[in-house]
């Protein structure tokens, strides 16, 4: 079975640290894999998503990167954290397009 | 890109009070129906897939179906359990799932 970790599970920061989120898959090769943020009582944000090593797409521009090191790592990072950076960040992976299988999320404030 | 419209934004039942949840596309090549459930503080959960006009889907006290114009995921008996935000999320232009506020369900014992 498949299984997304994430950490960390919640996360206070300051303005202008950096950051930097993980998500790692097991149990599938060459998964679709996705970053999106909510805000409080909001719907889901696409922030990135990767089709595979090193492959790289932005939904949003932002303060945000993404990087795929490795086939089932994905990493969330900024180099400066806005107050507006805080929120729900969700780590999902994809079989197919649609069928998307999410991790247990990272709550960040930023203060 | 298809469009698709949640209703009601929110629901009130009491336990073992089934009824449905809507959503409504406009699309002429629809690229599937999707159903997800989010429970507070969690990602959301996939549930159900629909391709074609007619194709039913079920599981637990859950049941999704489809016509050509809408889709209903119905809710029979329900439980507290079952309290959540099912959401029924958007395929955009560049193929990707835009998800909304979909409806929150609210199950009192």
């Known amino acids: 079975s498949q299984t997304i970790h994430q950490w960390p599970a919640t996360l206070v920061q300051p303005v202008g640290s950096p950051l930097s989120l993980e998500c790692t898959v097991e149990?599938?090769?060459?998964?679709?894999l996705y970053w999106y943020r909510q805000a409080a009582g909001r719907g889901l944000q696409l922030l990135f998503y990767s089709v595979g090593i090193g492959q790289i797409s932005s939904e949003v521009p932002q303060n945000l990167s993404a990087s795929r090191p490795q086939d089932r790592q994905f990493i969330l990072s900024s180099k400066k954290l806005l107050l507006s950076d805080s929120g729900f960040y969700l780590c999902?992976?994809?079989?197919?397009?649609?069928?998307?299988?999410f991790g247990p999320g990272t709550r960040l404030t930023v203060t | 890109e298809d469009q698709v419209t949640q209703s009601p934004e929110a629901l009130r039942l009491q336990e073992g009070e089934s009824s449905s949840l809507n959503c409504s596309y406009t699309v002429s090549g629809l690229r599937g129906l999707f159903w997800y459930r989010q429970d507070p503080g969690k990602g959301p959960e996939f549930l159900f897939t629909l391709y074609s006009a007619g194709e039913e889907k079920e599981k637990e006290r859950l049941k999704a179906t489809l016509t050509k114009k809408e889709s209903f995921l119905h809710i029979t008996a329900p439980k507290p359990e079952d309290s959540a935000t099912y959401l029924c999320?958007?395929?955009?232009?560049?193929?990707?799932?835009?998800f909304g506020g979909g409806t929150r369900l609210m199950v009192k014992p």
């Open positions: 999320p958007e395929v955009d232009a560049g193929n990707m799932l835009t």
């Open positions: 149990g599938t090769s060459n998964p679709n």
């Open positions: 999902a992976h994809g079989r197919g397009l649609y069928e998307q299988y």
